[in-house]
């Protein structure tokens, strides 16, 4: 199975009923979670009991992405405590956010702790990270395997190096918390849903992510549209795009 499944959607805080940030991608079953917001981690479980997964990303410290890591190191530590620590690899500040909601068990002490930078491989993928605009240092990612492409920006203003991501994905993954008319403040730390689209050309697919709370997503997708030639999709969770 090659796939990305959804766990959440909302940037912030989650809307009742929805998740922040998370996605499982999954090829050939290797399991890889990219962030893991606000209330992902119960939708993580439901597809990988025990937490039973391959690698965990984390883009940023910012806890709608990396909160529910914590959550997963209870349920590894309790659950699968001769389980060998799954790989996290992870933008700076993270571990500290980690330690801060819970020293015991030292996140350290579950995960195998990579700077994710550095990350060439993880499994069957082939990692690209570039450094997106943010408030905190964000990593966008592309993983690539035979047959298959993903990229997922984390949060990210507009910035040119979207294109380094996008280009020759199957998938582009992005923030488009904004609806609208383009914000004239600099500098820009999240992204309208043309801005996404502009950034996603170069690869076949569009999904929009990270809405703020409470906004029309069909307006988002609209919006997209008008600037890219692919296939647009809204972020919802369950949801599952094959690869």
């Given at each position: 199975m090659r796939s990305l499944t959804v766990l959440g959607s909302c940037g912030a805080w989650p809307e009742a009923g929805r998740a922040c940030a998370g996605f499982l991608l999954e090829y050939d079953g290797f399991r890889v979670v990219l962030d893991l917001g606000y209330a992902a981690l119960p939708r993580l479980l439901e597809h990988c009991p025990k937490g039973a997964v391959d690698a965990v990303?984390?883009?940023?410290?910012h806890p709608d992405h990396c909160v529910d890591v914590s959550g997963l190191a209870r349920v590894r530590y309790y659950e699968a405590p001769d389980a060998p620590p799954i790989p996290?690899?992870?933008?700076?500040?993270?571990?500290d956010v980690l330690r801060a909601l819970e020293p015991h068990p030292d996140p350290a002490d579950v995960f195998a702790v990579h700077d994710l930078?550095?990350?060439?491989?993880?499994?069957?993928?082939?990692?690209?990270?570039v450094e997106l605009?943010?408030?905190?240092?964000?990593l966008g990612v592309r993983l690539s395997a035979p047959g298959v492409s993903v990229a997922y920006t984390g949060d990210s203003g507009p910035s040119p190096d979207l294109a380094r991501l996008a280009a020759g994905t199957d998938l582009f993954v992005s923030d488009a918390t904004?609806?609208?008319?383009?914000p004239q403040t600099q500098p820009r730390y999240v992204m309208t849903a043309t801005?996404?689209?502009?950034?996603?050309?170069?690869?076949?697919?569009?999904?929009l992510t990270h809405f703020w709370p409470g906004s029309d997503r069909s307006v988002s997708v609209a919006e997209a549209k008008r600037a890219f030639a692919?296939?647009?999709?809204?972020?919802?969770?369950?949801l599952t795009l094959q690869l």
């Open positions: 990303v984390v883009t940023h410290q996290l690899h992870c933008a700076p500040g993270v571990l930078a550095s990350t060439k491989r993880i499994g069957p993928f082939d990692v690209l990270t605009p943010h408030y905190k240092t964000n904004l609806q609208g008319p383009v801005e996404a689209a502009e950034g996603a050309r170069g690869a076949s697919r569009l999904l692919g296939e647009v999709i809204a972020a919802e969770e369950g």
